[in-house]
């Protein structure tokens, strides 16, 4: 056992409290949920949305209070879009979205360190 697992685990504990979040949020809002970590070998698309004939990609960030590396959106950068965009590819050929309107959003989830809770949630249309 490596001293990193401990880091891993609760990296993807927070990683996957945010996206229950984001999706929750996103649900109340009028958004229906079409696929949640959905994987190809290009990558993983963390929210797959529809809004209002709109396919809706959303990158997840997720960061605990007090953290040293910056803001979660932020941690967006050009590599990670151009990621998305290309698994996001892959996925509007392999269900048939040929035409569809698509849009990248990112939800952008600041946790309390102690309790988990969202601190603050921010949904950015059109990020990217």
Not at 77 to 96: F, I
């Amino acid at each position: 056992m490596t001293a990193r697992q401990p880091l891993r685990g609760k990296k993807n504990a927070t990683g996957q409290r945010g996206e229950e979040i984001a999706a929750s949020r996103l649900a109340s809002a009028g958004y229906a949920i079409l696929n949640r970590n959905w994987r190809c070998r290009s990558g993983e698309l963390d929210l797959v949305a529809e809004h209002r004939g709109v396919i809706v990609f959303v990158e997840v960030r997720t960061r605990t209070s007090g953290g040293r590396f910056g803001t979660a959106a932020e941690s967006v950068d050009y590599r990670k879009q151009l990621r998305v965009r290309s698994v996001a590819e892959v996925y509007l050929h392999r269900y048939g979205y040929a035409g569809v309107p698509v849009r990248f959003d990112v939800a952008a989830i600041t946790l309390d360190r102690n309790t988990s809770e969202a601190l603050e949630y921010r949904h950015i249309e059109s990020a990217f």
